[in-house]
C-alpha cells in the first residue's frame, strides 16, 4: 500500500483468507466467552484480533491458518477473563509487599470481612434505642485495650490518619505551624511524603535541627505564637547511623504539655508485638508510644498489624474527639468490610494467638526448619529435572516501610545462573503469577511468604522452567 493505491493483488489474496468475524464469535461462543464476559466485549476483542492480522497481512505477511487465529482471539478472550487484579504468589521473601497488597489476612479475618459485605450491618445502627449509632465505635473498644490509649479511631489508612490528625489538631490557628525533625522528613514508598501531607492539612511545616541532629532546645526555640502541633514520625524505611542525635517521646511530650500544643506520632508500620522476640531488633511499640504521652500516634493496618488496609489513631480522648468531629473525617472514612476485619484481626492479639494466627506474624516466626523442609519439599515434587537447582541460605525483608536493614535467615530454592530476567517474566506469566527475585543472576524462591496450598503450584512451575 506504500504507493497509496491499495493492497498488492497478492496482499488481497491473502486477505480473503481471513476468516469472518462471524466465525471468530461462533468459537468464542463455543468456548463459554459470551457467558462469562457478556457478548459486547467479545465482539470486540474478536474485532481487534482481526484488525490487528490484517495489518499484518497487508504489511506482506500471509494470512493465518483459521486455527491460529481463533487461539489468538481465545487466549486473548481468557486473559479478559482473568482481569487485573489476580492472585499471586508471593515467592519473593517480602513479608509486606506494599504491590502485592501488603498483609494477606488471616482465615478468621478474611470470614469476617466476606460476612460483613453480603447483609445488612448493624454499622451504624443502635440496636438498643433503635436509633442512628456510631460507625467508629466497633473496632474502638478493642483497639484501647490494646494499645492502652483512651481513644482510637479507625480511617482509610494511615495517610488519612496523619492528614486528619494533622487537619483536625492544627484547627485554631490560621494556618497552623507543625514542628518536625528535619530528620523526619521521610518519603515512605509510593510517594507518600510527610511534608506534601501536611501542606494538605493546610498546616504550616517548619523543620528544626539538622539532618542528623535534633535537639529539644531545637523545638524549645523554634515554638512560636503559631505553633500547634509537634510531629514525630517513624523513619520506616531508612535508617540513621552514626553521628545522630534524636529528641526521645518523653521530652517531645514534656514540651508540648508546658506549651500547650500536642503530640503527633506517625509510627507508620505501628507493631503491637515486641519485635525483638522475632529476631527483628527492637521497634517501638503502640503501648509504648501511648504510655510515653503521645497526643496521637498514627499507624496503619495492614503492615505490621497484619490486617486489612485502615489507618488508625489512638492516643487520648481530647485529641481523638478533636479528630472525629473534623469534617475531613467524612472523607476517610472507613468501611463496614475493613471495620469487620480490623476487630476480627485484632481479636487475634486479644486471644494471644497473634503469632500462630495473623500470617503477617506467621510469616515472620517460622523457623529455618521449616523453610528449609519446604525448599526441599518443591525440588522433590518438581522431579529430576529440578536437581539443578540448589537450596541455598538467603535472607527475606519484612518490607512495609518496616524495619529497614532486618533481615531474617531463610533457604532459597536458586534456578542455575543466566536468562534470570527472562525467568522471572516466564513465572509471572503463569497462572497463578510466581512472583520471584533475582540475586546473583539466578532467580531465587523464598519460602517464607508461599502460603500453605500454594506449594504444588509452586513446584508445578519449577517442573515447567526445567523442561
Ligand atoms: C507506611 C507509612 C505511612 C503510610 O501509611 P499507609 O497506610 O500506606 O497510608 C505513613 N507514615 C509512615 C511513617 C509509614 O511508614
Redesign the pocket.
Known amino acids: 500500500m506504500a504507493d497509496g493505491t491499495g493492497p498488492s493483488p497478492q496482499a488481497a489474496s491473502e486477505l480473503r483468507k481471513l476468516q469472518s468475524t462471524d466465525r471468530l464469535l461462533r468459537a468464542a461462543e463455543r468456548a463459554g466467552f459470551s457467558a462469562r464476559l457478556g457478548h459486547g466485549r467479545v465482539v470486540e476483542a474478536a474485532r481487534q484480533v482481526l484488525d490487528r492480522y490484517r495489518e499484518m497481512v497487508l504489511s506482506g505477511a500471509p494470512a493465518p491458518e483459521p486455527a491460529e487465529l481463533e487461539r489468538t482471539l481465545l487466549a486473548r478472550l481468557e486473559e479478559d477473563a482473568r482481569g487485573t487484579l489476580r492472585q499471586v504468589i508471593n515467592a519473593t521473601g517480602v513479608v509486606i509487599h ?1 504491590n502485592l497488597g501488603r498483609a494477606p489476612l488471616s482465615e478468621e479475618t478474611a470470614a469476617a470481612m466476606a460476612h460483613a459485605s453480603q447483609g445488612y450491618l448493624s454499622l451504624e445502627y443502635d440496636l438498643e434505642k433503635g436509633t442512628r449509632g456510631d460507625r467508629y465505635r466497633h473496632a474502638e473498644a478493642a483497639l484501647c485495650r490494646l494499645t492502652g490509649a483512651e481513644a482510637a479511631l479507625a480511617v ?7 492528614l486528619l490528625a494533622l487537619a483536625a489538631l492544627g484547627e485554631g490557628a490560621a494556618p497552623a505551624e507543625v514542628l518536625v525533625s528535619r530528620g523526619q522528613l ?1 518519603e ?3 510517594g ?1 511524603r ?1 511534608p506534601d501531607v501536611l501542606r494538605r492539612s493546610g498546616a504550616t511545616l517548619t523543620e528544626v535541627g539538622t539532618t542528623n541532629r535534633t535537639y529539644l532546645s531545637d523545638f524549645e526555640q523554634a515554638a512560636g505564637e503559631r505553633t500547634r502541633i509537634l510531629l514525630s ?5 531508612f535508617r540513621l547511623s552514626g553521628f545522630v542525635h534524636e529528641v526521645a517521646l518523653p521530652e517531645l511530650v514534656g514540651l508540648a504539655r508546658a506549651r500547650g500544643l500536642w503530640v503527633v506520632d ?4 505501628g507493631t503491637l508485638l515486641e519485635t525483638a522476640r522475632f529476631g527483628l531488633g527492637a521497634e517501638p511499640t503502640v503501648q509504648e508510644r501511648i504510655r510515653a504521652g503521645a497526643d496521637l500516634v ?6 505490621l498489624l497484619g490486617g486489612p ?3 488508625i489513631l489512638a492516643g487520648r480522648r481530647e485529641a481523638v474527639s478533636v479528630a472525629r468531629s473534623h469534617p475531613l473525617l467524612r472523607a476517610l472514612r472507613v468501611d463496614k468490610v475493613t471495620l469487620a476485619g480490623l476487630s476480627a484481626t485484632l481479636a487475634h492479639y486479644e486471644r494471644g494467638e497473634a503469632a500462630e494466627r495473623i500470617p503477617v506474624w506467621r510469616a515472620i516466626a517460622r523457623s529455618p526448619e521449616s523453610l528449609r523442609e519446604q525448599v526441599e519439599g518443591w525440588r522433590a515434587m518438581a522431579g529430576a529435572a529440578a536437581m539443578v537447582c540448589e537450596v541455598i541460605e538467603g535472607r527475606s525483608e519484612v518490607g ?3 524495619l529497614p536493614e532486618v533481615s531474617l535467615p531463610t533457604s532459597l530454592m536458586a534456578f542455575p545462573p543466566g536468562g534470570a530476567d527472562a525467568r522471572l517474566a516466564r513465572l509471572r506469566r503463569r497462572d497463578p503469577p510466581v512472583i520471584a527475585r533475582i540475586e546473583e543472576d539466578r532467580v531465587v524462591l523464598d519460602p517464607r511468604t508461599v502460603l500453605p496450598g500454594e506449594d504444588q503450584a509452586v513446584a508445578a512451575a519449577i517442573a515447567a522452567e526445567l523442561r
Do not use: C, P
Open positions: 506494599t482509610n489508612n494511615n495517610a488519612a490518619a496523619v521521610v515512605i514508598g509510593g507518600f510527610i514520625v517513624h523513619r520506616s524505611n506517625d509510627l507508620g508500620s498514627t499507624f496503619s493496618g495492614d503492615k488496609q485502615a489507618g512495609g516501610g518496616s
